[in-house]
């Protein structure tokens, strides 16, 4: 029989969302224990138990809003007072339940392998994030460069993309050695359901880029989801500099903290017009 760890592990692998509700604190008598646990899974369904009847229905509600806003909630019921919680099975007490969402780790698909990737790679791998490595040349995109990264391709990039399907969750940085390369990716990414985009250049090189994938038939609301120039504007000079910059933005995603990311995005918009 799967536990209820195991399953976390196993929600995590497959790159899906959860919630754990644990009992932190008792006071009298409660139809469970201290320490009793609930998961709640993406899809609803659950796995273990914190007592039963409203206690629970309104647990799992709470776990259903910390798994859309990926922030963790505490909650207490007076089992005693509220007589919604009365069920014939409790003597009556206190109890307090901690949620706290189970993610997947942050997947990043890093196209390029040049100065500014493998300097993107080493922060984005301390900042909690696996790496997937993508490059066309095998003198960059190698375990020499890149020792830690989940997966290594190195082959052209519309054959790699081809094998890639990327969830709601990913991350992924565009840095290529050329307009051209980058263009191929882009038109491939914005079809995806990837959480976050972004792709290096400057703001006329973006704007260019608009432009001619308006005219093959793109949509201009799904190039408004790409971060170009990507990364938070921090004045950043050097490829380690730039690197900070885009695994800053990332994590202001990952993290709900998208205001300042907000900011840059009108201020982008304007100049475009």
């Given at each position: 029989m ?11 692998r ?11 604190n ?5 139809p469970?224990?201290?320490?009793a ?12 138990t914190v ?8 647990v799992w509600q709470a776990?259903?809003?910390v798994?859309?806003?990926e922030?963790p909630t505490?909650?207490?019921f007076n089992l ?6 009365d069920t014939?099975l ?7 339940i901690y949620?706290e ?7 990043l698909y ?5 100065h ?6 080493k922060?984005?791998?301390q ?7 993508i490059?066309?040349r095998?003198s ?5 460069r ?11 990039f ?9 969830n709601?969750g ?9 307009h051209r390369?980058d263009?191929?990716?882009?038109r ?5 359901p990837i ?9 006329r090189?973006w ?6 994938l ?5 949509a ?7 971060h170009?120039p990507?990364g938070?504007d921090i ?13 800053a933005?990332m994590?202001a ?5 998208e ?7 009108v201020?982008?918009k304007?100049?475009g017009?």
């Amino acid at each position: 029989m799967i536990d209820i760890y195991e399953e976390i592990v196993k929600l995590r692998r497959e790159g899906r969302k959860a919630a754990l509700a644990t009992i932190i604190n008792v006071r009298g008598s409660i139809p469970s224990f201290q320490s009793a646990k609930m998961l709640v899974r993406d899809d609803g369904s659950i796995m273990g138990t914190v007592g039963g009847g409203c206690v629970e229905a309104e647990v799992w509600q709470a776990a259903r809003e910390v798994i859309e806003k990926e922030r963790p909630t505490t909650l207490t019921f007076n089992l005693n007072h509220d007589p919604k919680y009365d069920t014939g099975l409790v003597c009556g007490g206190t109890l307090e339940i901690y949620v706290e969402p189970v993610l997947p780790t942050a997947l990043l698909y890093l196209f390029g392998a040049g100065h500014v990737a493998v300097n993107v790679y080493k922060i984005a791998l301390q900042a909690g994030f696996d790496v997937i490595v993508i490059d066309d040349r095998e003198s960059y995109a190698n375990r020499e460069r890149f020792p830690e990264a989940r997966e290594i391709h190195a082959e052209d990039f519309e054959k790699v993309c081809a094998q890639f399907i990327p969830n709601e969750g990913d991350f992924m940085v565009i840095a290529t050695r050329g307009h051209r390369d980058d263009m191929r990716v882009l038109r491939w990414a914005v079809e995806t359901p990837i959480r976050y985009l972004g792709m290096i250049g400057s703001q006329r090189k973006w704007i260019a880029i608009c432009d001619e994938l308006e005219r093959e038939g793109i949509a201009r609301e799904k190039l408004d989801r790409v971060h170009s120039p990507v990364g938070l504007d921090i004045g950043a000079i050097t490829p380690e500099e730039i690197a900070v910059a885009i695994v800053a933005e990332m994590i202001a995603i990952r993290r709900h903290a998208e205001a300042g990311v907000k900011r840059k995005r009108v201020e982008r918009k304007v100049i475009g017009t």
